[in-house]
């Protein structure tokens, strides 16, 4: 039995327990230890550098809530038998809470992969092909993201940059005109994006993009692939730190048929981070 509760202690504290603060001060910290399947409880002291107890707190389950601010504390944990009596205690161990930077948190949110989205979006056509369409009424894109790294600005600003692809798939209605055959036209619009990024917090970010690619044509009388290029911007905002909702507006130039169709699109993607 003796040998049983040495192993209980070597495993509990294999290792330098450590915490981190919230940057919310008033969220508790937890701290979690193996279970001893012959305690009916355990008394957790945690104490300064100094072996001042600040929080001396009888516990029923293997976990601990709460509240101090960073700094290095130790801390011991004393099992409790069926008498109701301490029988063992473990050694004071080092206790470390940290207040993270938010400029870390952010490069570890940028630094988490692939971005993957897909959603709906709306292009407004300007003057002068607006004579001859609608705006858009069925559009769906799909977009691709991969952060290339962080750039520091004059050390006391930074950003970071990445690189996309998307597709959209838009129809524009033609317009009913006087002695004209009304034309509606299908677009595949394909290409690729560097942006910029800058995080407000760990959950909001602005991106600034611009790129160019291809658009595929196709109506009942013609086909055509043409050039485009466009600039735009965006937030995105995570949810449970995998998943994401980004909306944002892109200015497009399309050399349609020799002439530029302008549009503007605004989109709406819910993705994920891979």
């Known amino acids: ?13 294999s290792g330098i327990l450590f915490a981190d603060a919230d940057l919310d001060k008033k969220k508790k910290l937890k701290i979690k230890w193996h279970e001893n399947d012959n305690a009916i409880g355990y008394e957790v002291q945690i104490a300064d550098e100094y072996y001042k107890i600040l929080i001396k707190r009888e516990v029923e389950e293997n976990s601990l809530e709460f ?19 301490i029988y063992q205690w473990t050694e004071w161990k080092s206790l470390k809470i940290e207040k993270k ?4 948190i952010k490069t570890s949110v940028f630094k ?5 989205g897909g959603g709906f979006s709306y292009l407004y056509i300007f003057p002068d092909f607006n004579a001859f369409y609608n705006h858009s009424h069925n559009s769906a894109i799909l977009s691709i993201g991969y952060n290339l790294r962080r750039i520091n600005f004059l050390n006391a600003f930074f950003f970071y940059t ?9 129809k524009f209605r033609g317009k009913n005109i006087p002695q004209e055959k009304r034309i509606d ?3 595949i619009i394909a290409g690729g994006n560097i942006y910029i990024a800058n995080w407000f917090s760990p959950q909001i970010g602005l991106f600034i993009r611009s ?24 937030l995105k905002y995570f949810i449970f730190n995998s998943f994401y909702i980004e909306s944002g507006i892109d200015y497009y130039v399309l050399k349609y048929i020799g002439n530029d169709f302008t549009t503007i699109r605004y989109f709406c993607l819910f993705g994920v981070r891979l």
Do not use: A, W
């Open 185 to 187: 036209v299908t677009n």
């Open 211 to 234: 790129g160019g690619g291809l658009v595929y044509t196709q109506s009942e009388i013609f086909e055509s692939q043409d050039p485009f290029y466009k600039i735009g911007c965006s």
């Open 1 to 13: 039995m003796r040998l049983f509760h040495c192993l209980f202690l070597i495993i509990l504290f």
């Open 112 to 116: 988490s992969g692939i971005f993957f």
């Open 162 to 170: 990445g690189v996309e692809l998307d597709s959209t798939f838009v």
């Open 67 to 85: 509240n101090l601010p960073p700094g290095k504390y130790r801390i011991r944990i004393g099992i409790i038998n069926v008498f109701h009596k």
């Open 101 to 104: 930077d938010v400029s870390e």
